[in-house]
C-alpha cells in the first residue's frame, strides 16, 4: 500500500471530465514488455524505463510551477517543440501502447500460488481485459470517515466492484454481499510447503485459511446523487482476515470474477496511487466531426500537439516533470514531444453529460507525466481549453461526454463495447443491466418495446428512471413531469448527436 495519505475522493469533473483511470497497472509492473511490439519495445529501451511508479508524494503536491530550474538559456531563446518538429509526423506513434493500463489484460506477472477449487467455485481459470480502476475511483463519493476507517484495516484489504453496480444496488445488496463473502471464504489453497501455518491440523489438506473471517463492507454514500444509479460510490471493502496475504495476491491477480449474472465482480488493490491515460472525450456537434478513419484520428493528435507545443511556460513544466518522473533529460521541448509521441486518440461511444444520448467521440490517451494528483490535475488542464480543437472546420468540444463503462468501471468503453463479454462470458452483461432499467422503466409505463429499440431505449429508460428516483419520497405529481412518451425519438434522424 503505498501514500495511502495521498488519496483523493472524489470524481474529479475539472481537468479530466469523468474519464478517470490510472496510468499504471498496479501489480503487473514487472512484464508491461510482454505485450509491446519490437518496435515499442526497442523505443523503451533507447530511452530507459519511464516511471513505473514515479515518486507518489515526496514533494509537497502543492510546488508552484515558476520556480522550475530546467531552461538554461533565457525562455526567450528556448526552442518550442513546434518549432523544431512536425505535429504531422506520426511515423512509430504512439509509443508506450503498451503500457497503456486500459490495453492489458488480467493475471499479470508472477503468478501466485492458486487455489485448488476453481472449477468447483465456478471461477473461471482464465485471463480477462483488465478494467483500469484507479484507488481515487474507488473511494470516489464514498463517506469520508469510512475512508479513514477503512484505511485502518490492518488485515490485507481489496475493493470489489460488483459489474453494474452503482447507488442504486447498495440497499438491495445483502444477499450478495452474503454470496461473494461464502465464494471467497470458500477457496482453498494447497498447503505451504514445508512450513506449517498457524493451523490446527498440520496435515490436514488444503484449508481454507485464515483464521479471521471474512468481511465486506458496502460503501456509505458521501453525497447521494440520484441522478445515475450506477454512480460512486459502487466499492465495497473486503477485509480478509489475518494471514490472508496469500488470498489478496491470489484475487488481485484474478481479478475477473464472473460467476453468474447475478454474481460478478471485480476485485481492485487499494492504495494505488495513479494518474489517468484516459486525458479527455472530444465531441462535435457537426456529423463530420468525429470520424473513425486513421487519417481523422491523427488530425485530432496533430491539433493536440499544434495547442501545447507552443506554450512556453507548459514546455517548461512538462519537461521539468519528465525528467523528475520519467528521469530522462534532454532539452525542453523534445521532452515535451516524448510525452505527446504516446497520444493515442481512438473513436469510442461516448454519453453526453447533458442528455445522456451516444454520441461518437473520440477518446484522447496520454501518459501521464506524473502520480501526484495535484501536478496531474494542473498538467492535464492545459490539454481541455474549452475551443482549443477542431477539425477541419469543425470544432472539437472537449469533455461535453464521458466514457465510463456501467460494468466494470473502467473509462475507456462504454457497458455496451465492454471488453470484459469474451466468448462465454458468464457474469453480468449490458442486456442485465438493460432489463433491469426496461423493467423499471415499464413498470413505471414509460417504455414497452424492448427488444428492437435495444440500446438505445435502454439510455432513454436510464434517464426516465433517474427522473423519477425521487418520486417516492415526494408526491406523486412528479411522475405527471417525467412522463414524456416518444421522449428523445423523432428528433431527427440521427440520434446520436444532439
Ligand atoms: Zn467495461
Not at 107 to 131: S, W, Y
Not at 253 to 264: D, G, N
Not at 335 to 349: A, F, N, S, Y
Amino acid at each position: 500500500m503505498n501514500s495511502d495519505s495521498d488519496f483523493t475522493f472524489d470524481y474529479p469533473v475539472d481537468a479530466t471530465g469523468e474519464t478517470e483511470a490510472g496510468n499504471k497497472r498496479p501489480r503487473t509492473e514487472g512484464n508491461p514488455d510482454s505485450r509491446r511490439s519490437p518496435i515499442e519495445q526497442e523505443r523503451v529501451a533507447q530511452r530507459k524505463q519511464p516511471p513505473q511508479t514515479s515518486p507518489p508524494s515526496t514533494s509537497a503536491p502543492t510546488t508552484p510551477r515558476v520556480i522550475l530550474p530546467l531552461p538554461k538559456q533565457s525562455n526567450g531563446t528556448m526552442a518550442l517543440a513546434s518549432a523544431r518538429y512536425d505535429s504531422g509526423d506520426f511515423d512509430g506513434l504512439p509509443t508506450a501502447v503498451g503500457e497503456n493500463p486500459h490495453k492489458q489484460f488480467t493475471r499479470q506477472g508472477e503468478p501466485p500460488v492458486a487455489p485448488t477449487n476453481l472449477a468447483q467455485l465456478g471461477i473461471p481459470d482464465m485471463q480477462f481485459p483488465h478494467a483500469h480502476v484507479p484507488t481515487y475511483r474507488l473511494l470516489g463519493n464514498v463517506d469520508e470517515e469510512q475512508i479513514v476507517r477503512v484505511r485502518k484495516i490492518e488485515n490485507p484489504k481489496v475493493a470489489i466492484v460488483i459489474h453494474g453496480a452503482g447507488q442504486d444496488l447498495i440497499g438491495a445488496s445483502d444477499l450478495l454481499i452474503e454470496k461473494i463473502t461464502k465464494l471467497l471464504s470458500d477457496l482453498e489453497f494447497p498447503p505451504l510447503e514445508g512450513q506449517q501455518m498457524s493451523v490446527d491440523s498440520a496435515g490436514a489438506p488444503a484449508t481454507t485459511l485464515p483464521s479471521d473471517p471474512i468481511r465486506i463492507y458496502k460503501a456509505l454514500v458521501r453525497k447521494p446523487k440520484r441522478s445515475n444509479a450506477f454512480g460512486q460510490p459502487w466499492t465495497w471493502f473486503a477485509d480478509l482476515g489475518q494471514n490472508s496475504e496469500r488470498l489478496r495476491k491470489w484475487l488481485l491477480y484474478q481479478e475477473v470474477f464472473p460467476i453468474a449474472p447475478t454474481l460478478s465482480f471485480s476485485v481492485h488493490p487499494l492504495g494505488d496511487l495513479i494518474q489517468p491515460w484516459t486525458l479527455m472525450v472530444l465531441t462535435g456537434r457537426d456529423r463530420h466531426a468525429v470520424e473513425d478513419t486513421p487519417r481523422a484520428r491523427q488530425e485530432v493528435a496533430k491539433e493536440i500537439k499544434d495547442y501545447v507545443w507552443k506554450d512556453r511556460d507548459f514546455t517548461v513544466s512538462t519537461a521539468h516533470q519528465v525528467e523528475l518522473n520519467w528521469g530522462l533529460h534532454d532539452d525542453p521541448a523534445t521532452l515535451l514531444k516524448l510525452v505527446t509521441d504516446t497520444i493515442e486518440v481512438v473513436c469510442v461511444t461516448a454519453e453526453l453529460k447533458t442528455s445522456r444520448k451516444e454520441v461518437p467521440a473520440y477518446l484522447v490517451y496520454v501518459k501521464p507525466v506524473t502520480n501526484d494528483r495535484e501536478e496531474y490535475l494542473e498538467w492535464a488542464s492545459k490539454f481541455v481549453q474549452a475551443g482549443a480543437y477542431w477539425r477541419g472546420p469543425c470544432r472539437l468540444e472537449v469533455n461535453k461526454a464521458t466514457v465510463e463503462c456501467k460494468l466494470c468501471k473502467d473509462t475507456s468503453h462504454c457497458a455496451r463495447e465492454c471488453p470484459l463479454n469474451v466468448e462465454g462470458w458468464k457474469g453480468t452483461a449490458v442486456e442485465d443491466i438493460y432489463t433491469t432499467q426496461e423493467l423499471e422503466a415499464r413498470a413505471a409505463g414509460t417504455s414497452t418495446d424492448a427488444g428492437e429499440l435495444a440500446g438505445r431505449e435502454w439510455q432513454q429508460a436510464k434517464a426516465r428512471r433517474a427522473d423519477q428516483d425521487p418520486r417516492p419520497q415526494k408526491n406523486a405529481k412528479k411522475v405527471q413531469q417525467t412522463r414524456r412518451p416518444k421522449e428523445g425519438k423523432g428528433k431527427g434522424g440521427d440520434q446520436r448527436r444532439r
